[in-house]
C-alpha cells in the first residue's frame, strides 16, 4: 500500500542537521527514514521524537560508504510505504587537520575514507533512489555540503576537497536527472557537538564569538536554521535546482 504521506531519506540522521531536518520533515506530514552509520540508539531516540499521530520516522543503520546499504535502504522505504519523494544526503565525515599548510597533517587514507563518506556515498544514494524518485510529482535530492568546499576553508583539505567535488556532483545530476531536483546546501560554522568535539571548547567559542561579531547578520548557523532550507526546497522550491545555496550569515563574504 502506498502511503499517503510523502516519504523522505535522510542520511546520518541521529543529530545535529539531520535530526533537525528529520523533526521538521516529520511535523510536516512526512515519513521518514534517517540513517546512521554507528549511533544507532541515538537515531532511535530521534525517530521516537519525531514520530506522532499522523507521521512516522523509522531508524535504520547504514554506511553509506557501502553500496548494499544505500539499496537496503532505499529498499526499505519503499517496502515500508511505496514511495520515495526526497532524498537528504547529510551523512559525513571529516579529518580535523585545521593547518591547510600542513599536508603532511592528512593521508591518503583520509582522503579516501573521506571521499567515501561524503562523495561516493551520496552518488551511491542517489543511484539507489533514482528509480522511485522518479514517480512523485516533485521529486528533490539535497545534498548537504558546507562553504568549505566553496572557499576551500574548514576543518582540514582533505574535508573541503571532498565537499568541492560534492558541489560539482551536484550541477551533473542536476542537469542529467530532471525532474528530479538536485541542490545543494553549503553551511558555514554551525552549532553543535560535531564542532565541539573537533575544535575543541576554546577553539570553538572564539570562532563562534568571531563570527557574531564580524559576520553581516552577526549570527552562527544553527541546525534548526539550515534544516528550515532543507525543507524549503524540498516543499517549496519546485522551479529550483542545480543551486549551490550558501547558508551562513554572510561570513563567506568577509573571505
Not at 553551511?187 to 571548547?201: C, R, S
Not at 570562532?207 to 532550507?229: D, M, R
Request: proline content about 3%; hydrophobic content about 40%.
Amino acid at each position: 500500500m502506498v502511503s499517503k504521506n510523502p516519504v523522505a531519506i535522510v542520511t546520518g540522521g541521529s543529530r545535529g542537521v539531520g535530526a533537525a531536518s528529520a523533526k521538521l520533515l516529520a511535523s510536516n506530514g512526512w515519513n521518514v527514514i534517517i540513517t546512521c552509520s554507528s549511533s544507532i540508539d541515538q537515531a532511535e531516540k530521534i525517530a521516537s521524537q519525531c514520530s506522532n499521530q499522523l507521521t512516522e520516522v523509522i531508524a535504520i543503520k547504514a554506511d553509506v560508504a557501502q553500496d548494499k546499504d544505500c539499496c537496503l535502504t532505499v529498499d526499505a522505504a519503499i517496502k515500508k510505504w511505496g514511495r520515495l519523494d526526497a532524498l537528504i544526503n547529510n551523512a559525513g565525515t571529516t579529518k580535523f587537520a585545521w593547518d591547510h599548510a600542513d599536508l603532511a597533517g592528512v593521508s591518503s587514507d583520509d582522503f579516501h575514507d573521506i571521499y567515501s563518506v561524503n562523495v561516493v556515498g551520496p552518488f551511491q544514494m542517489a543511484r539507489a533512489a533514482k528509480e522511485y524518485l522518479l514517480n512523485s510529482h516533485n521529486p528533490s535530492i539535497v545534498n548537504i555540503s558546507s562553504i568549505a568546499g566553496i572557499k576551500g576553508i574548514g576543518s582540514s583539505i582533505a574535508y573541503a576537497a571532498s565537499k568541492g567535488a560534492l558541489n560539482t556532483m551536484t550541477l551533473s545530476m542536476a542537469r542529467n536527472l530532471g525532474p528530479i531536483r538536485v541542490n545543494a546546501v553549503c553551511p558555514g560554522f554551525i552549532e553543535g557537538d560535531w564542532l565541539k568535539n573537533g575544535m575543541g571548547m576554546e577553539r570553538y567559542e572564539a570562532t563562534k564569538n568571531h563570527i557574531q561579531s564580524t559576520a553581516p547578520l552577526g549570527k552562527t548557523c544553527s541546525p534548526e536554521s539550515i534544516a528550515e532550507v532543507i525543507v524549503g526546497l524540498i516543499e517549496k522550491s519546485e522551479l529550483v535546482t542545480g543551486q549551490l545555496i550558501t547558508v551562513d550569515g554572510g561570513v563567506s563574504l568577509n573571505l
